[in-house]
């Protein structure tokens, strides 16, 4: 609550917490490093990899997409909509890599603006496949559920202000700020749901 004060993010009181850390289901290691290779790929595909090379990496790197993200990897040509929906998912991405440890606080950023993502693609490129499945541990359960409540009232915060015609408090990005929340909300395994089945319900 300090913390978005300071930084003038808007606070509700009322807002409950997050799950407690015995109430939570925190993601494996294994997990959190097969989720990041999906999102890196389908990434670079809604950034513009043409659909040969992406599936070349799909298979190099032994990816389990989720059933959305297949069928995205399955099209010849999505649409522009489409393509920038997964494109956001750098943002995801760059939570996947925080919580691993290849990522400091500092190096992934507030939300106020998007992750650095010409260093995130090359950091896992240089490791490779095998490189990054080795590399890594994940941070502790306390961290990862600290950083999920942060995310949760900055969403809070940002979608009370579009509700009543406000632009985003604080310079936060809401792009940003959503779907670092999503990936987080999987993170703990909110309400047990799957990667495309996650809500950021604030």
């Excluded at 950034?47 to 010849?76: I, M, N, Q, T, Y």
């Excluded at 489409?82 to 606080?105: K, N, P």
């Excluded at 990005?173 to 779907?179: A, L, Q």
Aim: contains cysteine.
């Amino acid at each position: 609550m300090a913390r978005l004060r300071a930084e003038g993010v808007p606070v509700l009181e009322a807002l409950p917490c997050i799950e407690a850390k015995d109430q939570a289901r925190i993601r494996s290691r294994e997990e959190i490093v097969e989720r990041a290779i999906a999102l890196l790929l389908v990434a670079l595909r809604g950034e513009g990899l043409e659909v040969g090379p992406l599936r070349g990496l799909v298979e190099e790197w032994g990816a389990e997409l989720s059933p959305a993200e297949a069928a995205f990897v399955a099209e010849d040509a999505p649409s522009d909509r489409t393509r920038v929906q997964f494109a956001w998912r750098y943002e995801g991405l760059g939570v996947m890599l925080w919580a691993l440890g290849h990522l400091s606080d500092e190096e992934l950023g507030d939300p106020r603006s998007i992750v650095d993502v010409p260093a995130i693609v090359k950091r896992m490129m240089e490791l490779g496949p095998a490189g990054f499945r080795a590399a890594g541990e994940r941070r502790s359960a306390a961290s990862i559920l600290d950083a999920a409540d942060l995310a949760y009232r900055y969403d809070w915060a940002v979608v009370d202000a579009r509700v009543h015609g406000r632009r985003a408090p604080a310079g936060l990005d809401p792009g940003v700020v959503y779907e670092r929340h999503y990936a987080l909300n999987w993170l703990i395994g909110y309400q047990g749901q799957a990667w495309d089945e996650v809500t950021t319900d604030t």
